[in-house]
């Protein structure tokens, strides 16, 4: 069955970069697209970033855009999430998604806690 397992998550500090990885299973992983979520305590899931299968295209949240990386490593079945610049109100649990389009995404993962200091 299909398995999202992120990691890279942890507690930093305002400014500080944290790298994001979810590794997929149980699917053929290039034929799908990518995306990254986070929930905040007390707000509902927001979409965070997004890939197509081939890792050319991308579409980010304007809240993150400039700050955050998406990639994608089809011989690993990973994905990833460079984020840079981290701030306070990046504070969530991050989910890792698959789908078959940028917006659309059934499968989640069990998601990694980012907190951020100030």
């Known amino acids: 069955q299909v398995r999202l397992v992120e990691s890279g998550g942890g507690l930093v500090q305002a400014g500080d970069s944290l790298r994001l990885s979810c590794a997929a299973s149980?699917?053929?992983?290039?034929?799908?697209?990518m995306g990254w979520f986070r929930q905040a305590p007390g707000k509902e899931r927001e979409f965070v970033a997004s890939?197509?299968?081939?890792?050319?295209?991308?579409s980010y949240a304007a809240s993150v855009k400039d700050r955050f990386t998406i990639s994608r490593d089809n011989a690993r079945n990973t994905v990833y999430l460079q984020m840079n610049s981290l701030k306070p109100e990046d504070t969530a649990v991050y989910y890792c998604?698959?789908?078959?389009?940028?917006?659309?995404?059934?499968?989640w993962g069990q998601g990694t806690q980012v907190t951020v200091s100030s």
């Open positions: 890939i197509n299968t081939s890792g050319e295209d991308k």
């Open positions: 998604a698959a789908g078959r389009s940028m917006v659309y995404f059934t499968s």
């Open positions: 149980g699917f053929t992983f290039r034929n799908y697209f």
